[in-house]
Nanobody, 113 residues
Framework: QVQLVESGGGLVQAGGSLRLSCAAS????????MGWYRQAPGKQRELVAR???????SYADSVKGRFTISRDNAKATVELQMNGLKPEDTAVYYC???????WGQGIQVTVSS
């Protein structure tokens, strides 16, 4: 059974930083494509960043240059370093394993102005 557990969210002032982590189990992590999504109130869930099994990354235009996704296959974790946070980054952030369509429970990130 696939399990994704997010950690690291919280409240931060605009311009600050947070680092989200997602611990995966029940999958062969090294061959999994992983992503971070977010959903703000009243909005659809959107892809924030994605990392392939080879380590290639892609980002939403709104976070390019500010967010960095990385993975540690030995620890079966994927992380999202978020710098220069803006109030519009406020959302529930979800970890995703692409092949199985598995989701974490979500974690709140709130950026105050």
């Amino acid at each position: 059974q696939v399990q994704l557990v997010e950690s690291g969210g919280g409240l931060v002032q605009a311009g600050g930083s947070l680092r989200l982590s997602c611990a995966a189990s029940g999958i062969i992590f090294s061959i999994s494509v992983m992503g971070w999504y977010r959903q703000a109130p009243g909005k659809q869930r959107e892809l924030v960043a994605r990392i392939s099994r080879a380590g290639s990354t892609s980002y939403a235009d709104s976070v390019k240059g500010r967010f960095t996704i990385s993975r540690d296959n030995a620890k079966a974790t994927v992380e999202l370093q978020m710098n220069g946070l803006k109030p519009e980054d406020t959302a529930v952030y979800y970890c995703n394993e692409e092949l199985r369509g598995a989701w974490g429970q979500g974690i709140q990130v709130t950026v105050s102005s």
